[in-house]
Nanobody, 115 residues
Framework: QVQLVESGGGLVQAGGSLRLSCAAS????????MGWYRQAPGKQRELVAA??????NYADPVKGRFTISRDNAKNTMYLQMNSLKPEDTAVYYC??????????WGQGTQVTVSS
């Protein structure tokens, strides 16, 4: 059973920074794609950033502020979040998709940005 565990969330003032981590069981190299999503109360889950083939993709609201990365040796994916805004407040989820198209989700980590 594949498990994904997010960490690094918390409360931060607007303009501050946080780094989220997603630790995966097994080798992350075996996954077809990986990425970060977020969901605010009463809203749909939305893409934040993801690895697409050998490149990366970012949602417009986070471009220039967030950076996705991964460390294959540590089986961990990261999301560096800078210049945080109150509208970034949400639960952030890690996603990994297997070569057969099965999606694995972490349980999420709360990010709260105060004004």
């Amino acid at each position: 059973q594949v498990q994904l565990v997010e960490s690094g969330g918390g409360l931060v003032q607007a303009g501050g920074s946080l780094r989220l981590s997603c630790a995966a069981s097994g080798s992350i190299f075996s996954f077809k794609t990986m990425g970060w999503y977020r969901q605010a109360p009463g809203k749909q889950r939305e893409l934040v950033a993801a690895f697409i083939t050998n490149s990366t993709n970012y949602a417009d609201p986070v471009k220039g502020r967030f950076t996705i990365s991964r460390d294959n040796a540590k089986n961990t994916m990261y999301l560096q979040m800078n210049s945080l805004k109150p509208e970034d407040t949400a639960v952030y989820y890690c996603l990994a998709v297997s070569s057969r198209g099965y999606a694995y989700w972490g349980q999420g980590t709360q990010v709260t940005v105060s004004s």
